[in-house]
């Protein structure tokens, strides 16, 4: 399971805005793929659990899991 800028430019739901946009989207932009990818993740993530990609969230890290938010005694435990 891989998310990439294909699947915001392939879903129905996204293409459009993404045509409509290409100041933002366009693909020879440096940003442009990586604001498709936000953008399908967002609208996924609002479907919560009726998206696809449900389980795949599910197990992503949460703020907790961030390493920049570890403790010392906790990154050397690591």
Do not use: C
């Not at 599910?58 to 899991?65: L, V």
């Amino acid at each position: 399971m891989i998310i990439t800028a294909y699947n915001g430019y392939s879903d129905p739901n996204l293409s459009q805005i993404i045509y409509d946009n290409p100041q933002v989207f366009a693909r020879n932009k440096d940003e442009g793929g990586d604001n498709m990818i936000i953008l399908f993740i967002l609208h996924e993530l609002g479907k919560n659990e009726e998206s696809f990609w449900y389980p795949l969230f599910k197990i992503w890290p949460n703020e907790r899991d961030l390493l920049w938010k570890w403790t010392d005694e906790e990154l050397e435990e690591l």
